[in-house]
């Protein structure tokens, strides 16, 4: 029998015991459905040879080379990785379209003793569900996006929010990128799919009748794209704007941007794009603050002088609906609990 989920939350919700991705490596690592684990049937070069035999000689020799590779790589894992399973294993097993490879490893299962059961139409099943959430049909849920300048402590203080029991979404995090010239992390970005993957499985989890989070972003993170949906309704989301004193942004900056500032060569690397925008003297003046090991100042400025300008651009184009503006004096940790304290009633005082 062949799962076939009408939604997404149906797929999520498939109640087996483990899920198989049998695809290669290489599609494994582009997306797959959450908690799944890699058991490929092909690696990535023996799919490419299946392939190439299939096109240029004959799909019969290359249907035979395949079921060779797949049989030879499916007692690999019934020795390996599966060997601890008991008689009553309930797998959940895919592959690209849901044909030749998942039918094969899950016929194999079964023949074991193993309740194995394919999902209907693979990996393309998910990814469709996934593309009608995200860019087909509209979300429904009330969003409120938590603006103000670059160094207000905003990811830090969307975690906090969670913690106090306010649903939020951490796009940044989903992302893998602090959604700026200098955002890059170290591991970097998912894929365009991998993050949609990510920001499905968070909007899953979330009760519609609360409204939720989120950091006040541009359309893209890094290179990942924020999907129609998504996109729409931030747009149309009140705000709750944090400000704080340039210099205490200044402090935060230094110390949430450490990675970044402690790789002088490749901070300046990454600065030369702006010479077009902000000018040579200022790029120049940034050098001249890392020569001299003046971390604050290089973040004093690229703040003044660069994010808020681009910010206070930004702001006039959107006009957007702003709840509150809340303040803080500096951001220590214990003032990012107190400021996190005051956006969560803001929050909840929205939702009456």
Known sequence: MALDPATLTAL?????????????????????V????????????ERARVGTIYKQQSPFLARKLGAALVFRNAAAHVEGPLAGHEGGWRPLVYCWRGGQRSGSFAWILREIGWRAEVVA?????YRRLVVAQLYDDPLPFRFIQLGGYTGTGKTELLHRLQGLGIQVIDLEGLARHRGSLLGAMDGGQPSQKGFETGL???????????????????????????????WQAMKDAPWIEVRAPLEARAVYLDRAYDDILSDAPGLLDKLQPLRRHRG?????????????????????????????????????????KVLARVETPDLTPQALDDLALRLARVVQSSAI
């Open 200 to 230: 499905s499985l968070a909007l899953s989890r979330l009760d519609p009748a609360r409204p939720v989070v989120v950091e006040a972003e541009s359309s893209k993170i890094g290179h990942c794209v924020l999907p129609p949906s998504l």
């Open 34 to 45: 959450p908690g799944a684990i890699n058991l490929p049937v092909l690696d990535d070069e």
């Open 12 to 32: 999520l919700d498939h109640g087996f015991d483990d899920v198989i991705d049998v695809r290669s490596p290489a599609e494994y690592a582009e997306d797959h």
């Open 280 to 320: 040579h003297a200022l790029i120049d003046e940034w050098a001249g603050f890392l020569a001299a090991g003046d971390r604050l100042a290089l973040t004093r400025s690229l703040a003044a002088d660069h994010y808020d300008p681009a910010y206070d651009k930004s702001m006039k184009a959107l006009a957007p």
């Open 121 to 125: 139409g693979g990996y393309r099943t």
